[in-house]
């Protein structure tokens, strides 16, 4: 069974940190390109973060470039995302999902393309709050 599982997630002041993970299990991520999406309530889901499947690009939604940072670990079968400076709008629920393909060695795909993620996770709640 191809399974992705988050974890991280939590509750955090403003301001402070958290490294949310996403293990694969079932299937290797070599061959995968790799993206965090979030959904909050009455909110569309959105794209936050992906890396292609070589981990040579990185793409990051305006709001958060300069303050996450995604990354992949073929060795640990593990992507990562870095939160920073956190902020009370940056609370959702986190998905990880992977695309398969050597389309996507290189670049990943671009976050309206949701279609193109084959397999996702269940989530892990981020609450920003003081």
């Known amino acids: 069974q191809l399974q992705l599982v988050e974890s991280g997630g939590g509750l955090v002041q403003p301001g402070g940190s958290l490294r949310l993970s996403c293990a694969a299990s079932?299937?290797?991520?070599?061959?995968?390109?790799l993206a965090w999406f979030r959904q909050s309530p009455g909110k569309w889901r959105e794209g936050v973060a992906s890396i292609s499947a070589r981990g040579v690009s990185t793409d990051y939604v305006d709001s958060v470039k300069g303050r996450f940072t995604i990354s992949k670990d073929n060795a640990e079968n593990t992507v990562y995302l870095q939160m920073d400076s956190l902020r009370p709008e940056d609370t959702a629920v986190y998905f990880c999902?992977?695309?398969?393909?050597?389309?996507?060695?290189?670049?990943?795909?671009?976050?309206?393309?949701?279609?193109?993620?084959?397999?996702w996770g269940r989530g892990t709640q981020v609450t920003v709050s003081s």
């Open positions: 999902a992977a695309a398969y393909g050597s389309s996507w060695y290189y670049q990943p795909p671009t976050f309206t393309d949701e279609s193109e993620y084959d397999i």
């Open positions: 079932g299937f290797s991520l070599d061959h995968y390109a």
